[in-house]
């Protein structure tokens, strides 16, 4: 796939926004193994509940685990674009959001190759973006267990948001990893705005100041951990 034909031009480099990534049928196959999933494999967080496949990022490195093959079909299909140049993707991180959950602004730090890839289903959600320097304090998406502390910031400070539909990928690198934090309002609806900056990328057409409202999301962020082993670490 020529990823090229799916920049978004309005922001910062560099997103890449590209709807019906996957299908109907596919997303419903995904939110059923997921709806499956064992409850003792869920880590509960105050605004959200997450699944580590792959193993769980850790500075001294992730014990690398078997990911099961109705996931790795998409981790496959995700490096078979060659967006992690020439690493491929080994961790699948799924987040749970029900309408008015969200998270605060944070990058997703040194643990990861710097590229992101997220496959959303279920319901849309809208990503805000903020530069570094507008944020007293963040936290790194780590993948861990542990809350996040509270971050100072104020939303009118976002530069630039991206709606991300049920059924699309998003891809983010270079300044946008590196430069600006990521989150997500804490909000049961949003209103679409002209901070939003993929209007043209999308899949369907929307009017400033449309309201959309926010069902069940589960989003897949498929990485690459660098640093990895099969022996049992001693934390």
Not at 1 to 9: E, Q, R, T
Not at 60 to 75: C, H, N, R
Not at 153 to 171: A, M
Request: hydrophobic fraction near 30%; include cysteine.
């Amino acid at each position: 796939m020529d990823c090229s034909n799916f920049v978004v031009n309005n922001c910062p480099p560099t997103a890449i926004y590209i709807p019906n990534f996957i299908t109907s049928e596919e997303e419903a196959r995904i939110l059923t193994h997921i709806e499956n999933s064992p409850k003792p494999k869920w880590t509960q967080l105050m605004n959200r509940r997450l699944l580590n496949y792959g193993g769980i990022p850790h500075p001294k490195g992730m014990i690398s685990e078997e990911i099961p093959d109705w996931l790795q079909t998409y981790v496959d299909k995700i490096n078979n674009m060659g967006v992690f140049d020439t690493k491929k993707a080994n961790h699948v991180l799924v987040n749970e959001y029900l309408a008015g959950q969200g998270i605060m602004p944070h990058t997703d730090g040194p643990l990861f190759h710097s590229v992101i890839t997220t496959i959303s289903c279920g319901s849309h959600t809208v990503l805000e973006f903020f530069r570094r320097n507008t944020v007293e304090t963040f936290d790194e998406d780590t993948s861990s267990s542990s809350e996040p502390t509270l971050n100072i910031y104020n939303p009118r400070d976002c530069t630039h948001k991206l709606l991300l539909e049920p059924r699309s990928l998003l891809i983010l690198k270079d300044d946008l990893y590196s430069e600006y934090l990521h989150s997500i309002a804490e909000v049961e609806e949003d209103i679409l705005c002209d901070k939003i900056a993929n209007f043209n990328n999308c899949e369907n057409t929307y009017k400033l100041g449309e309201k959309l409202q926010r069902k069940t999301r589960i989003s897949m962020t498929i990485r690459h951990v660098p640093k990895t082993t099969k022996l049992k670490l001693k934390f």
